[in-house]
């Protein structure tokens, strides 16, 4: 059975799988049609699994934002497995691709992209460079949540931009949900303490926490998330359950550095890679992933409240080469028929 | 650190090289493949990168590399010509219509920075063009938006014409062009919402309100952080509204920042200003030789002189210059000095500017504490005036005094003690080299006193 067939029968059956799963195919439409598109291109191009062919896929997969070492280490390993199961079909290789591609992902490790959830009060820290998307997340996070029946605190801890108070604000309300806040220019940390005071003594399930964004190399205001972290820390041991990165999925090689520096400074639990829903392709996810070992949790296709959705590799894939998938069982279909 | 600029990377090739006689055609393909990877990692669109390796190939395998001792380097300069070349050459700078008022439009991808960007290009307009801008909030989409606008002018005490959210940007816009003409305001800035490229709705609306009065300039900000899609972005924009230059933002993080590249080379359209800070002032000219230095990884020099230049005081450093020669350099300097170096901006970013300086291990995350400035002017503060001029009489009982004084502790104030011993002593001594040798005076009176 194929790679594409054996993915579409594990989502087939349940249909909430199926419903994600066409929401990430629609969102990654404009994405698809550029990376998958390509790939075929390639696959009616070339007869032959050639130096040529190896070195088109290459720059696909460099335009996809993947990396450069990335990309090289998963040109090794697929010309090593082309080897190995002596595949001289370009056709055959789109499988091969897809496998590696959730290979490099996954790296062996079996890790659960669910989310930490404490039995008692569960905070989630959300950090960032600026402009990410770090606070719209936050309301759809909150949305999810309360969906499920949970209830969600926000702390405001941007006292630095203007307007990113009134930001949560608003989310606040549209999700229908308590935001603690002070004033701008106030210590983010008093921000947070107060929340996660107050959260306690009202008993909520979960408490998200805003932080203002922040370039990587400023040090001052990387000391200052270390601050808030540490005082979240200290009043609920164990907690923040989650630390989430927010990444930009346009964000170039730079993410590499980013998702490093905010991992040693507020040890990140995961990624939502926000954004997906343009034509970037968020290639940069699978170096941090192969590299850091920090998964990604969730992904943004779109500006609903509804459009985030937990990441699955294998959908991410099955996204990326949904066309590959159709046309696939197209034939197989043909071949059946005859 | 995965990113190594050209230079390092050019060096292994360049030894292989060395022992050879000559520079054959293959060893100049091997260094290009280098110069692919080097930009690659700087985000330079893979496309943009191709062609431009082939331009400089052209070049490389002339005769005047071939021939050189430093072959090496001579593909260096090539690549860092070529590419201010690319970049633009000059300086753009902006353009104002002689029919009152100018109208900017801001557009781009949501999160790119244009509000932020907005404020700050009001302040330069304002402050270097002598114009009256009027901020408009047409960004009615994003929850707070015209808040966030609404507080920048108040930071700025500028105008912001804003009407809540329930109007259409297009009718917010034409608005704000009618009252900034009763107003007498010559510089209208439009605010839009960050919007996807290919989100056709959203586009028409700023084809709508580009229709209002054709703006003398539609800047697109673009994250300088953005990778290889950074194409895709500034050809649609520019295709659907006709961008006339581009402002790149966050320039202040340690991206590389190839995006720049990639977006001239596919909408020929200039870079005007760089986005170096969070503060309301830190919009800057942009430099396309020195983007093409950052692309590469060869640090910045030329700013970071030119920072110095403008924030040392050359009478100032002279007269230092003397005292360091008479020995009569004093504490009360040596805080002014410290003082100067502040106002450069924050240290591990001038660090940063210096050429290798990403090279000297441990100095790639340059964490330059800048709180230990602080303790050493505190230990200052806390002495006498006799103490400063004189720090010989500062005895065992004073360090104690001191220490309290400053909140530090004696071994604090001791080695402050020692170190500004061993830079009297130091100085000294260089001061009496250039003596000797027919007082040669340091040519960069700015930048030694860096190092002082």
Redesign the interface.
């Known amino acids: 059975m194929s790679f594409f067939k054996k993915l579409k029968d594990k989502f087939s059956g349940n249909n909430e799988a199926v419903e994600s799963t066409e929401k990430y195919k629609e969102g990654l439409t404009?994405t698809r049609t550029g990376f998958t598109s390509k790939i075929n291109d390639l696959v009616a191009r070339y007869r032959k699994v050639d130096e040529d062919f190896f070195e088109d896929l290459e720059?696909i997969l460099?335009?996809?934002?993947v990396?450069?070492?990335t990309v090289m280490e998963l040109m090794d390993q697929l010309r090593f497995e082309v080897q190995r199961q002596n595949v001289r079909d370009t056709s055959n290789v789109q499988s091969v691709i897809s496998e590696k591609l959730v290979e490099i992902y996954q790296a062996g490790e079996e890790e659960t992209n669910e989310l930490n959830f404490s039995d008692d009060l569960t905070v989630i820290l959300m950090v960032g460079?600026?402009?990410?998307?770090k606070?719209t997340t936050i309301g759809k996070l909150a949305h999810r949540f309360k969906q499920e029946g949970k209830t969600v605190m926000l702390a405001a801890g941007d006292t630095?931009?203007?307007?990113?108070i009134?930001?949560l604000?608003?989310?606040g309300q549209?999700v229908g949900v308590d935001v603690i806040k002070q004033s701008?220019g106030s210590d983010p940390a008093a921000v947070m303490y107060d929340a996660v005071r107050s959260a306690k003594s009202r008993g909520v399930d979960v408490l998200i926490c805003d932080t203002a964004g922040r370039?990587?190399?400023?040090?001052?205001l990387m000391n200052e998330l270390q601050k808030v972290h540490r005082v979240i820390s200290r009043e609920i041991p164990g907690a923040p359950h989650e630390v989430l990165l927010a990444l930009?999925a346009?964000?170039?090689?730079?993410?590499?550095?980013q998702a490093q520096?905010f991992k040693e400074v507020t040890e990140v639990t995961g990624i939502v890679l926000t954004?997906l829903?343009?034509?970037?392709?968020g290639g940069?996810v699978l170096a941090i992933r192969s590299k850091l070992k920090i998964p990604v949790k969730f992904v943004g296709l779109g500006e609903q409240l509804d459009d985030l959705q937990p990441f699955d590799p294998q959908k991410y894939v099955y996204g990326l080469f949904a066309e590959g998938l159709d046309k696939e069982e197209q034939l197989e279909n043909e071949e059946a028929d005859k | 650190m995965a990113f190594e600029g050209l230079a390092e990377r050019l060096q292994g090739t360049v030894q292989k090289i060395k022992g050879k006689g000559k520079v054959s055609e293959a060893d100049v393909k091997e260094m290009m493949r280098e110069v692919r990877f080097a930009l690659i990692e700087a985000d330079v669109n893979l496309k943009v990168v191709k062609g431009f390796v082939k331009k400089v190939s052209e070049r490389a395998v002339g005769q005047d590399v071939m021939q050189s001792l430093t072959p090496g380097q001579q593909v260096v300069k090539i690549v860092k010509d070529e590419l201010t070349n690319l970049m633009g050459g000059e300086q753009s700078k902006i353009e104002f219509s002689t029919k009152q008022p100018t109208v900017i439009m801001m557009v781009g991808l949501q999160g790119a920075g244009k509000t932020t960007t907005t404020g700050k290009l009001a302040g330069v307009l304002r402050k270097k063009h002598n114009r009256k801008p009027l901020l408009v909030a047409a960004d009615v989409y994003r929850p707070a938006a015209v808040q966030q606008l609404e507080t920048i002018g108040k930071q700025l005490s500028l105008p912001v014409f804003s009407k809540g959210t329930e109007l259409s940007p297009v009718e917010i816009a034409r608005q704000a062009i009618e009252h900034a003409k009763e107003e007498h305001l010559d510089t209208v800035i439009i605010d839009t919402a960050g919007r996807l490229h290919v989100d056709e709705e959203l586009m028409q609306e700023l084809k709508d309100i580009r229709a209002l009065k054709e703006p003398d300039e539609i800047f697109l900000v673009v994250d300088a952080m953005t990778g290889q899609d950074a194409v895709n972005v500034a050809q649609n924009f520019n295709d659907s509204l006709g961008i006339s230059g581009v402002i790149l933002t966050k320039l202040d993080g340690d991206t590389r920042g190839g995006a720049a590249l990639s977006i001239r080379s596919v909408t020929e359209k200039p870079i005007k200003f760089v986005g170096m800070g969070e503060k309301m002032d830190a919009l800057e000219a942009f430099h396309p030789e020195r983007m093409a230095s950052r692309i590469l990884g060869m640090g910045d020099m030329l700013s970071l002189i030119e920072k110095a230049q403008t924030n040392v005081d050359e009478e100032r450093a002279k007269e230092l210059e003397e005292k360091f020669r008479t020995s009569s350099f004093t504490f009360d300097d040596f805080l002014e000095q410290l003082g100067q170096v502040k106002q450069m901006g924050p240290l591990d970013e001038i660090l940063k500017m210096l050429p290798g300086a990403n090279k000297i291990k441990g100095l790639e995350n340059a964490q330059v504490d800048e709180s230990q400035m602080d303790r050493v002017e505190a230990i200052i503060y806390s002495m006498t005036p006799q103490e400063k001029t004189t720090p010989e009489i500062i005895n065992a009982n004073r360090k104690k005094r001191i220490a309290r004084g400053s909140g530090t502790t004696i071994q604090d104030v001791n080695r402050l003690l020692k170190q500004f011993e061993d830079m009297k002593k130091m100085m000294k001594q260089m001061s009496g080299m250039n003596t000797k040798k027919g007082k040669k005076k340091m040519n960069l009176q700015g930048l030694d006193s860096l190092f002082k």
């Open positions: 404009k720059e460099l335009q996809a934002d990396g450069f070492e460079v600026n402009g990410v998307g606070t630095f931009r203007a307007g990113a009134e930001q604000d608003v989310w549209r701008e370039l990587q190399n400023k040090v001052n930009d346009t964000t170039g090689q730079n993410a590499l550095i520096t954004k829903d343009g034509t970037a392709k940069i």
